[in-house]
């Protein structure tokens, strides 16, 4: 596999910066990634942050829904991107009972994604009821992203993926929650699958930076999935997913390729094939036309006679 050298052009991305560009007004962009090359990808094209989430459950990994990713599958992949991302701000998604069962676990865990995996946010679902633990992560000196709206952790509970906020009770439930989480001292608030207008509220409503997926382009910033972008997951898009490239079709297309040259004897070629040096092959060809006699183990050997005085004579 080919290895270029990394680009440095940009300058680092922190959780300070994220609070200048609302202040300037200037959109905050946000892709996942999962691995090596795809966080070198987004981090090179200048994305401010890289979001290692738990949606690797589904595109990555195959699982159903987020709940089944654990901690060491998590931490395995924020390993991969952290050595692919120089300039962005990396963010890891704590997965599903790793934080909501036990505070000082939660704060354990969020420890172990800064100081194993080298994410410099983690990201955890819910609004008022996760501040006291949101606190103290802080306190921990772990920077944290907070998540409201729709959360997908919670798909039991509030019975599948559905836009939140709908009514006046859930927009004044989620303002609270984006107040709470604001006045907790999260870095960033994600905004997922709450109407625009209820979006926009809150963004004008929190100095926290918004970022918005499913919530309209009112927000702070904007986050989507690296997967879905490319047109590498399977099955049904969200209304706000917006494909920038088939990266499906162009894999496709080259596995069929290779398939097909490989079956055909068309790969590799003589040109892509490596040679011996010229002295060493004409040395292999002058042994290859005269080989020495060598006898295979179905060959009969001549036998050996002996005289009467142990001296060896010719075999009839």
């Not at 401010?48 to 738990?54: K, S």
């Not at 802080?138 to 998540?147: F, K, L, Y």
Request: net charge negative; charged share 25%; hydrophobic share 40%.
């Amino acid at each position: 596999m080919s290895v270029t050298a990394f680009s440095h052009t940009g300058h680092k991305i922190t959780t300070a910066s994220l609070r200048d560009h609302k202040l300037r007004h200037e959109p905050i962009t946000c892709l996942t990634a999962y691995d090596y090359s795809a966080a070198r990808i987004v981090d090179e094209a200048g994305i401010e942050m890289v979001l290692v989430g738990d949606s690797l459950a589904q595109t990555v990994l195959g699982y159903e829904n987020t709940l089944s990713v654990t901690m060491d599958e998590m931490l395995h992949h924020v390993k991969a991107v952290r050595r692919g991302v120089k300039n962005a701000l990396l963010m890891a998604d704590m997965p599903f009972a790793s934080y909501q069962i036990d505070p000082l676990d939660a704060v354990r865990n969020a420890a172990r994604f800064v100081k194993e995996a080298g994410a410099e946010v983690v990201k955890i679902e819910g609004g008022e009821k996760r501040v006291d633990l949101i606190r103290r992560i802080i306190n921990a000196e772990i920077p944290v992203a907070g998540h409201i709206g729709l959360t997908p952790q919670s798909v039991n509970v509030v019975g599948g993926y559905k836009v939140q906020g709908k009514d006046l009770s859930g927009i004044e439930q989620i303002r609270r929650d984006a107040d709470a989480l604001d006045r907790a001292g999260v870095s960033c608030l994600f905004l997922e699958g709450v109407p625009r207008e209820v979006a926009s509220i809150i963004t004008a409503e929190v100095g926290t930076p918004t970022i918005g997926i499913g919530a309209g382009p009112d927000c702070d910033g904007q986050v989507l999935v690296f997967h879905d972008i490319l047109n590498l997951t399977f099955g049904h898009s969200a209304k706000f997913v917006r494909r920038y490239g088939d990266a499906a079709t162009l894999i496709t297309a080259a596995v069929q390729a290779f398939r097909a040259d490989v079956k055909s004897h068309q790969y590799p070629s003589d040109e892509e094939s490596y040679h011996l040096p010229k002295e060493t092959k004409a040395s292999l060809d002058s042994l290859l036309a005269n080989p020495p006699t060598r006898y295979s183990s179905w060959q009969v050997l001549p036998t050996r006679k002996v005289n009467g005085n142990g001296d060896h004579i010719a075999a009839d």
